[in-house]
């Protein structure tokens, strides 16, 4: 009788300490959903708390949440092209609060489907929208969610939000890159998701990414591709005439002339003139449109110095244009659009056939 009581004892003993463990397992699980939810580094619930400043430094994770939760009446929306642009400028200059809305290498698809949330979310008075050529020859099709930006990014469903309320990247790596920033004052503001910091912006840089062939291909032919220019137009078009009350500046950021190169000895070009030609007509039809075109400036586009590489380009650059755009300069109108269409072709002449040169032996 006595061992078989001292073996209940033993058992019970087991089962308390087990349910004790559980119980702090469960505590300690508790706690640390609640830290990642009271300082929320991708605003999935809200804006921020305790006094910190908003702080946007990784695009995948954070767009989704800010969109649904951050206060703002307006959106500069675009690739990485746009990303270091002071949107406090656009705040000061147009009496708004801009919220950036960024994807890398952004097709017109994911685009839109981002300012889809942000149309649900709020009413927009402006949208700066960086159009890339490039985005206009993109595909059609949208591809968010993706393996960097998780379906449960995109919910508002607390059901499916255990991946980042019990994630030790989150816990490690984001809050205390987060809190860093807050206090320092970095990547918060109008410098929200700026990647410039640290960056080489010159000639020599920017000449790496690009090794000039010796021949070029021909010209290929770009049938394929019409479809798919055509359906992003119509695209871009029924997002603007579906909010008439909505007022669009679009502009065209400018690529480094070993872009054009590029494009030449690919034998690529053909399909972002054809881009071109028919965006800026149809986008000159809409009445809650003003469109800017920075692509032709050979002072920006010839000189590498302003590059990192064949396509981004320095924050001076980025400030210049919201500068020009908010004094009415580079506005394409039709009186000029043709001007601006063939003027395009002959800085594109320029380039393969002198300008390049004068970097390449």
Partial sequence: MKESAKTQNKI????????????AVAAELLLLAAVVFVLDPFYQYHAPWLGLQQTLFDRETQMAGSIRNLSYDSVLLGS???????????????????LKIIKASGSVADLLYYLGLAHNEQELT????????????????????????????????????????????????????????????????????DWSDGKNFSAAKAMEDY??????????PIADKIPVIE????????EISTHPETNYRIFFPPYSMMMWDYRYTSGTAEELFYALEQILPALLTCENVEVYYFQSDVDIICNLDNYMDKNHYSPSINQYMLECMAAGEYRVTEE?????????????EYIITEGI???YD
């Avoid at 000029?336 to 594109?348: C, F, I, K």
């Fill in 12 to 23: 019970w003993g087991k089962h308390k300490a087990l349910k004790g463990l559980a119980i």
């Fill in 80 to 98: 990485s092209m746009v990303e270091n642009c002071d949107s406090t400028y656009l705040d000061a200059r147009y009496n708004c609060h801009t």
């Fill in 126 to 193: 402006y949208i700066f929208w960086g159009l890339d050529l490039s985005a206009l020859t993109a595909s059609n099709a949208v591809t968010l969610p993706d393996v960097y930006s998780p379906s449960y990014l995109f919910t508002e469903m607390p059901f499916d939000d255990l991946p980042y309320l019990f994630n030790k990247d989150v816990l490690l790596e984001k809050i205390p890159l987060m809190l860093a920033y807050s206090y320092t004052g970095i990547n918060t503001g109008g410098a929200a998701y």
């Fill in 211 to 220: 090794q000039k062939p010796e021949e070029p291909l021909p010209e290929q």
């Fill in 231 to 238: 359906e992003n137009i119509r695209m871009v078009l029924e």
């Fill in 336 to 348: 000029n659009m043709d001007e601006v269409l063939s003027g395009m072709r002959e800085v594109y």
């Fill in 357 to 359: 040169y004068k970097y």
